[in-house]
Structures are given as C-alpha cells and as structure tokens.
C-alpha cells in the first residue's frame, strides 16, 4: 500500500450497486459516488454548488455482496479507498484511460439517517482470535468484571 493514493470521499449513491461474480467465484460490486461541494457566498449568503465529482468504484469478495444487499441509489455513504488509473482501448482503437476507486472501507453516512448494523457470518479464512477460525466468545482477561465489555 505504500505509494498509493488513499482518498476518502463522502457523496451519494447514483444507481444500486451492480453486483457480479468472476469466473473463480469472487463476487465484486460497481458503483459510482457523486461528490457535490458546497460553499456559502457570503455577499448573497447562500449556498452554491460547486462542480459535481462523479467517481466509478469497485468493492471485492465480502465486502461487495454486503454493500449490494445493504445500499440503494441515493444513499449517502462514505467510501475509502485507492485511486488507480488504467488504460485501454476501444473497440474503434481509440486509447482512454480512466481513474476508478478501489474501495477498501464503504458505509453509509450518519449524518442525515440512522441504520441497523447486522453482522455477517465470518468465513473458513484465518481468524486472529481462536485457532479453529472462530472468534473467541470468552473475555479478553480474567480480571475482566463479569458485566463488562472485552475490550
């Protein structure tokens, strides 16, 4: 990850996440974010909008069927990730290069609406907790009061 362009960026939903699947299974979630800054203009004091960002993204494996299952046109959500630049050509041989958003971190934006978190089911991948891939359900230490959170 060193070198990468990290951003964050908060905006709207413009269509349901589209979610496929690869030809070795792994699921992978497009959609695209639109960014709208706002600005006060202190002589007629009143807001303005800026030029609209309108950014592609792409969300893996997991992470993309909860985002397609949870998140609608139009939701606000917050999304972190890596810019990458690819280039291609088109069918009539024209070259073109886009910048897209490889998502890392997506949810939705508080700011305006509330939400229900529900936990999935964890994989067969590696877990830091426990050595047969499930998470411990026992306190972190012993000294840990009996109604107290493990953390």
């Known amino acids: 990850m060193a070198g990468d362009t990290v951003i964050t960026v908060v905006g709207n939903l413009t269509s349901d996440p589209e979610l496929r699947f690869t030809a070795t299974g792994a699921a992978v979630a497009s959609f695209t974010v639109a960014s709208t800054p706002r600005a006060l203009d202190r002589q007629t004091n009143e807001w303005k909008d800026g030029e609209a960002l309108f950014l ?17 046109r139009g939701t606000r959500v ?21 910048v897209e958003l490889q ?6 934006s508080l700011r305006y609406a509330t939400t229900t978190v529900n936990r999935v089911a964890r994989s067969t991948s590696a877990s830091p907790e426990g050595s047969d891939g499930t998470w ?6 012993a000294s840990a009061g009996a109604g107290d959170p493990p953390f």
């Open 56 to 72: 592609r993204c792409s969300l893996w494996r997991q992470a993309a069927e909860n985002a397609a299952e949870s998140l609608t």
């Open 103 to 108: 998502v890392d971190e997506i949810g939705p």
């Open 136 to 141: 411990s359900t026992t306190p972190a230490t």
């Open 78 to 98: 917050i999304v972190q990730g890596r810019l990458v630049q690819r280039s291609f050509e088109t069918k009539e041989g024209e070259k073109r290069t886009v």
